[in-house]
C-alpha cells in the first residue's frame, strides 16, 4: 500500500527519517507532479490553488506503484488511487509554501543527498533502477529535490518548534506510564559455527575451544556470521529458533555446545557472555523516548499544518481520471 501524507510527514523529524523516505521513495518510484496543462497539453487530474496535477502525472505514478501484471482486489486499487492523489495534493500544498516563505534546495544540499543514495545502492543497479522507473537521472535528481525541499519547508515552519517543546518531564511521565516496555529479558551471547553434514561438523568440534572458536568460524562456516567470527550478538529466548535457544542457554559462559541438527543444517554454539534480565532505568532510555516523543509531536503538528493547508486551499479532483 502506498504511503499517504503521513510518510511526508513521517519523515520531518531527522535526517535519518529524511533517508528513510527518499529511499522508499526510490524504491516504490513515486514521480511527483509539478506540472501545469501548458506544458504538452495534458489535461489535470487535479488542481492544488494554482498548482496542477496532469493525468500522465498521476499516471505514470500509479504504474510504479503497480507494474504490469501486479494484482489486486478492486477495492484495494481503488484504495491505493486514493492514496496516492492525496499524496501529490500535500506534496504541492508544502512546495507552495516552499515558495511563500522562500526556502529553497541549493545544488550543494542536492548533491550531497544524491550522492549518499547511490552508496546505499551500487552505482550499476542503481542507475539501471533509476533509468527504469524515471527515464533519466536528471528526471530522478529533481524528485529528490522535490522531497527536500518538502523535508526542509517541514523543518523550518513547523517541525523543530514543535520538537523543542518535550521537555524531561514528559519523558517521565511516558516512562512511567510504559514502565513495563523497558523489562529486559535474560540474553545470551553466542558464536555459532553451521556445517553441511553431521560428519563434517563432528570434526569441526574437535578442534574447537574457547580461544580459537571465532577463528575456525571465520575458517569454514557456512552462516553469513562467519564474516564476524560466527558472532551473533545478544538475544532473549523467543528472538532465534527454539533449538539455538535450547542449546544456547543450557551452557555455561566459555562452554561450547555439542553439535545440533536444524533444518538450517549441522550447528556448534559458543556461548560468550549472558546478561540477568532486569528493568532499564530512566536514564538509560530516556534519550530514546525524548526522541520518540519528539516525534509524535511533530507528527501531530505537520498533520494539523496539512489539514489547514487543505482547509484554507481550493483543492479540485477529477475523480472520474483516476
Known amino acids: 500500500m502506498f504511503p499517504s501524507g503521513r ?37 489535470t487530474v487535479a488542481k492544488v490553488g494554482d498548482r496542477l496535477i496532469t493525468v500522465r502525472q498521476y499516471s505514470d505514478a500509479l504504474k510504479r506503484l503497480m507494474p504490469p501484471g501486479e494484482q489486486g482486489t478492486q477495492e484495494d486499487i481503488s484504495e491505493l488511487k486514493k492514496e496516492l492523489i492525496n499524496q501529490l495534493i ?44 524515471y527515464g533519466s537521472i536528471d528526471n530522478w535528481k529533481e524528485e529528490i529535490r522535490r522531497k527536500l525541499l518538502i523535508k526542509k519547508t517541514v523543518d523550518q515552519l513547523i517541525g523543530r518548534k514543535a520538537g523543542q517543546s518535550v521537555t524531561e518531564k514528559d519523558a517521565r511521565e511516558y516512562y512511567i506510564e510504559h514502565i513495563e516496555d523497558y523489562d529486559v529479558q535474560e540474553q545470551a551471547h553466542a558464536r ?40 551473533l550478538g ?19 559462559t566459555g562452554e561450547i555446545s555439542p553439535v545440533v541438527k536444524t533444518e538450517y543444517g549441522y550447528h556448534i554454539f559458543l556461548l560468550e557472555g549472558r546478561r540477568s534480565g532486569r528493568r532499564l532505568g530512566f536514564e538509560e532510555v530516556k534519550a530514546r523516548i525524548m526522541e520518540r516523543l519528539r516525534s509524535e509531536k511533530e507528527d501531530s503538528e505537520v498533520y494539523a499544518w496539512i489539514k489547514l493547508l487543505k482547509k484554507k486551499t481550493k483543492i479540485t479532483v477529477r475523480e472520474d481520471l483516476l
Do not use: H, W
Open 90 to 133: 500535500e506534496e504541492e500544498l508544502m512546495i507552495a509554501e516552499a515558495g511563500r516563505a522562500g526556502i529553497t534546495v541549493d545544488v550543494r544540499e542536492l548533491s550531497q543527498e544524491v550522492e549518499g543514495l547511490k552508496k546505499e545502492y551500487g552505482d550499476e543497479t542503481f542507475k539501471e533502477a533509476v533509468e527504469e522507473r
Open 234 to 252: 545478544y538475544f532473549a529466548r523467543g528472538d532465534m529458533p527454539k533449538e539455538f535457544e535450547d542449546a544456547v542457554f543450557k551452557l555455561k
Open 7 to 43: 510518510f511526508i510527514k513521517g519523515c520531518a523529524a531527522s535526517k535519518a527519517g529524511l533517508r528513510a523516505s527518499l529511499l522508499l521513495m526510490f524504491a516504490i518510484g513515486v514521480f511527483g507532479a509539478n506540472g501545469c496543462k501548458g506544458t504538452g497539453g495534458q489535461d
Open 192 to 231: 555459532m559455527i553451521v556445517a553441511a553434514s553431521e560428519d563434517e561438523a563432528g570434526k569441526i568440534r574437535k578442534r574447537l575451544n574457547a580461544g580459537n572458536f571465532a577463528a575456525v568460524a571465520e575458517e569454514v562456516s557456512l552462516s553469513p556470521e562467519r564474516k564476524n567470527g560466527g558472532d
